[in-house]
């Protein structure tokens, strides 16, 4: 009966176990790129609104020369492109949100990610074609080339010095602690102004129209005094007007009176034989007849 060999059954049993310990390794790789692990790294707490958040981030990546593509209270979009000297070239794009945490609307927590698209430099050749009455179609050597950048990868910056920078970048453009106060104390005192003006400005035009009306009111009674003294007045010409005729007319009449008894006492006084008495009897007796 052969007898095995001792290096082969060292051979299988380190074989063995490296298989093992290899399986073992395959075991505990994640399965996924993802872990979603709460390590904070593309997070940060801010004490400010998230309007003040994201406008330090804007001006934040303005600062590193950025260009901004979208900036809005509750986001902004910039990019940024490098060209590294094998002709790659790299565009940085990072997206930056700002969600407010509280009802005071003092504090948010800025989301931000980066993302690293990497291009190359891609000619794309033409060649020109000449078309002939005989031969047909023929292409010829010359021609023109297109440059275009062509995307060879793409991904997500996860190095937590990356974010910790621009974080620590966008609290150097957050407002200073007294600012808040100082600027809420400016608002406030610009509206005790701004109130006081237009109570002032309610208060003349009060006093304007009172002052109006009170002048109207002054000629309106001044107008109504001349109107009642016009017509006293001109009562008072009617009234003397109509004691004059009557006593022009009662002149006349007692004139008419004198001059009828003027005429009368002319009458009688030519009249002969007529005449009387003291006692007002006729001065002949009257005559008797005799039978």
């Known amino acids: 009966m052969a007898t095995a060999n001792p290096y082969l059954r060292v051979t ?110 891609k000619k794309n050749s033409t060649s020109a074609g000449v078309g002939l009455s005989v031969l047909g179609s023929v292409s010829m050597p010359f021609g023109s080339s297109d440059d275009s950048l062509s995307k060879i990868a793409s991904e997500t910056i996860d190095k937590p010095d990356f974010y910790s920078n621009f974080f620590d970048l966008m609290a150097r453009y957050m407002p200073k602690p007294g600012e808040d106060a100082a600027a809420a104390a400016a608002k406030v005192q610009a509206a005790k102004d701004q109130a006081a003006k237009d109570q002032a400005a309610k208060d003349q035009a009060a006093k304007d129209q009172a002052a109006k009306d009170q002048a109207a009111k002054d000629q309106a009674a001044k107008d109504q005094a001349a109107k009642d003294q016009a ?43 007529t005449g009387t008495d003291s006692s007002g009897s006729s001065a002949n007796p009257p005559s008797t007849s005799t039978p």
Request: glycine share 6%; hydrophobic share 35%; net charge negative.
């Open 12 to 121: 299988a049993l380190v074989s063995t176990c490296a298989v093992v310990v290899l399986a073992g390794c395959a075991s505990d790789k994640p399965k996924y790129a993802e872990t979603f692990s709460d390590k904070g790294t593309y997070t940060r707490d801010y004490p400010v609104s998230g309007k003040d958040t994201c406008e330090a981030a804007r001006r934040a990546l303005l600062s590193q020369g950025y260009t901004i593509q979208k900036a809005q209270e509750d986001g902004v979009e910039a990019i940024k492109n490098f060209q590294e000297p094998d002709q790659k070239h790299t565009q940085l794009s990072l997206h930056v949100v700002c969600a407010p945490d509280g009802a005071d609307g003092k504090h948010s927590t800025a989301f931000v990610n980066a993302v690293q698209d990497h291009y190359i430099i």
């Open 231 to 273: 017509a006293k007045d001109q009562a008072a010409k009617d009234q003397a007007a109509k004691d004059q005729a009557a006593k022009d007319q009662a002149a006349k009449d007692q004139a008419a009176k004198d001059q009828a008894a003027k005429d009368q006492a002319a009458k009688d006084q030519s009249t002969p034989g």
